[in-house]
């Protein structure tokens, strides 16, 4: 999990007037839910710059125990002058398997427009490597066992060309939410080359956009909450070829014959059996984060553009 934003309430830090303005204070908190009942861990890094005037970040664990530092890249796109009455974007985003960062937007109609125009900030830093972190006694910590098990109770309705290999990965972002599951699919299993997975379903998908730049609020709904989509958001999986191109192609999940998305996509089979998922957002292109996802024998890249 990643947390951070001192610059909105009810933290007590003025918005930034520039990368310069952000020097000392902390940026990023992670929480890790390790795979045995212990608690969960977290880790808060501050951005500084050191005495040679070098952007690092430090990151605090372990109670008492000394920050590990590590070396931190800040960019800076546009000038910043009166910020009164703009409203502030933060995208957060990690890379697998040990980077993060964070893109602050100054914008003020906030459409892609705008903030391909507006001044911003980027912050990119590697996670902790050999820093213990602090043990989180709270029971207000994701239930994301809880979260899993719903998610099996809503998909496993719709029929699916194989049987789904749990467990799934789970994103979770103010702008969107993702959940993959690969197939247990024998054809993949065997896969030694691309070629080998053009036409075969690897994987369902579930994705749901947030109303931007509002996160889950909304006029829709009791207490303004986010409305449900109108149709179930998951989609069968499949990799295929037009041309020279391979994509990521997005079917209905209970009806395979409607195509829903069409995405360019890198697809690399590769024998590792690790999961991931990860995202990446551009300084650049904003409106344009780079979804990385990495199950048993694939691991796939693919753009996705947000419309505003």
């Not at 001044?119 to 989180?136: D, F, K, M, T, Y």
């Not at 066992?145 to 719903?150: H, I, R, Y």
């Not at 070829?241 to 209905?252: M, P, S, W």
Request: overall charge neutral; some cysteine; proline content about 13%.
């Amino acid at each position: 999990m990643l947390i951070g934003g001192p610059w909105r309430p009810p933290f007590p830090w003025p918005l930034p007037n520039g990368a310069d303005d952000l020097n000392g204070k902390p940026l990023f908190i992670t929480i890790k839910r390790p795979s045995s009942p212990r608690p969960p861990k977290s880790h808060l890094a501050r951005l500084q710059k050191n005495e040679r005037g070098e952007w690092e970040v430090a990151w605090y664990g372990e109670r008492g125990a000394p920050p590990e530092i590590q070396p931190a890249t800040v960019e800076q796109v546009g000038e910043f002058g009166d910020t009164t009455g703009a409203k502030v974007i933060v995208k957060f985003s990690y890379k697998p398997p040990d980077e993060v960062d964070i893109i602050i937007i100054f914008c003020r109609r906030c459409d892609a427009q705008d903030i391909l125009s507006s001044s911003r900030i980027h912050v990119r830093a590697p996670l902790p490597q050999n820093l213990q972190g602090r043990e989180i006694n709270s029971s207000a910590d994701p239930d994301m066992q809880g979260f899993a098990s719903k998610l099996k109770d809503i998909c496993c309705g719709n029929p699916k060309p194989f049987p789904p290999n749990w467990p799934p990965h789970i994103l979770f972002r103010n702008d969107a939410s993702v959940v993959v599951v690969p197939y247990d699919n024998p054809t993949v299993r065997g896969a030694q080359r691309l070629e080998d997975l053009i036409g075969q379903n690897i994987g369902f998908i579930y994705v749901r956009k947030k109303p931007f730049p509002g996160g889950t609020t909304t006029d829709c709904g009791p207490n303004r909450v986010w409305c449900p989509p109108r149709e179930e958001p998951f989609y069968n999986v499949r990799v295929i070829r037009e041309g020279d191109a391979t994509f990521i192609q997005l079917t209905k999940l209970g009806n395979p014959s409607q195509v829903v998305a069409t995405l360019p996509a890198e697809v690399v089979v590769e024998p590792s059996d690790g999961r991931e998922i990860g995202i990446m957002d551009s300084i650049d292109s904003p409106n344009e984060p780079v979804l990385k996802i990495k199950w048993p024998k694939i691991r796939i890249i693919v753009i996705i553009k947000i419309e505003r």
